[in-house]
């Protein structure tokens, strides 16, 4: 049945229902996915649209997953003193920092499941710069192609020095890429606080301020 045809009957059973409640629940038993996908769509906007809320000054946006700040106070301005050391304009321009979004870490599936669907977005439709998860949710996005391959964008002299804390995987491709580094503990973020395990971080393919991240991580590998 086309679904010219399947909406043109279905108003006609629904312009026979008498009462309100029967045309509620008749919406719901022939909508419930697609009302219930709307929903997830306009939640997913709505999170988006007041997490970009003061960040039009931001030089980068950075999303620290799993991090330890529910343990301890951690220092956020780690991000702007690796900065002063490059010759960006960062002028008046602070790096802001996502420090809220958890997954896998209890029982409440949901809650992983509108975490993710976040990042999902934040991976495909808005501004995330630079993303540092432990290795099983830094995997999650590498299959769907979401990091920018940083062999091409980070010297390989400097690359070389580093090489063993060189993280690569495939993209939706099956390509190799040089999608992150591994940060173990001594590292800038690790003396800040935010973590006590090794962690990956990389450089969102769709990076708005890509040339900030680059230059992050260009910094954190020189020391």
């Known amino acids: 049945m086309k679904l010219t045809d399947k909406i043109k009957r279905d108003k006609e059973q629904f312009d026979k229902l008498k009462?309100?409640?029967?045309?509620?629940?008749?919406?719901?038993?022939y909508y419930k996915e697609l009302i219930l996908l709307v929903l997830a769509a306009f939640s997913i906007f709505v999170i988006l649209a007041v997490s970009n809320i003061g960040r039009k000054d931001a030089s980068m946006y950075v999303v620290l997953l799993n991090n330890d700040t529910i343990y301890r106070e951690c220092d956020r301005q780690v991000f702007d003193r690796i900065l002063e050391g490059s010759d960006l304009d960062l002028k008046?321009?602070?790096?802001?920092?996502n420090e809220?979004?958890?997954?896998?870490?209890?029982?409440?599936?949901?809650?992983?499941?509108?975490?993710?669907?976040?990042?999902?977005?934040?991976?495909?439709?808005?501004?995330?710069?630079?993303?540092?998860a432990p290795k099983e949710w830094f995997d999650y996005f590498a299959k769907e192609g979401g990091y920018a391959d940083l062999s091409l964008l980070i010297d390989k002299q400097v690359?070389?020095?580093?090489?063993?804390?060189?993280?690569?995987?495939?993209?939706?491709?099956?390509?190799?890429?040089?999608?992150?580094i591994i940060l173990h503990e001594g590292s800038p973020l690790h003396e800040a606080g935010y973590y006590h395990d090794d962690v990956i971080i990389g450089v969102p393919v769709h990076a708005v301020n890509?040339?900030?991240?680059v230059s992050f991580l260009k910094l954190l590998l020189e020391g």
């Not at 599936?109 to 540092?132: C, K, P």
């Not at 890509?210 to 991240?213: H, I, R, S, T, Y």
């Open 159 to 180: 690359l070389q020095k580093h090489k063993k804390d060189l993280y690569y995987s495939k993209d939706e491709k099956g390509r190799e890429i040089l999608s992150g």
């Open 100 to 132: 809220n979004l958890r997954v896998g870490l209890g029982e409440e599936d949901m809650a992983d499941i509108e975490t993710l669907q976040v990042l999902t977005a934040l991976f495909t439709i808005s501004d995330l710069d630079l993303y540092a």
């Open 92 to 97: 008046n321009k602070q790096v802001d920092v």
């Open 19 to 29: 009462d309100s409640r029967s045309k509620i629940l008749f919406l719901w038993d």
């Open 210 to 213: 890509m040339d900030v991240a």
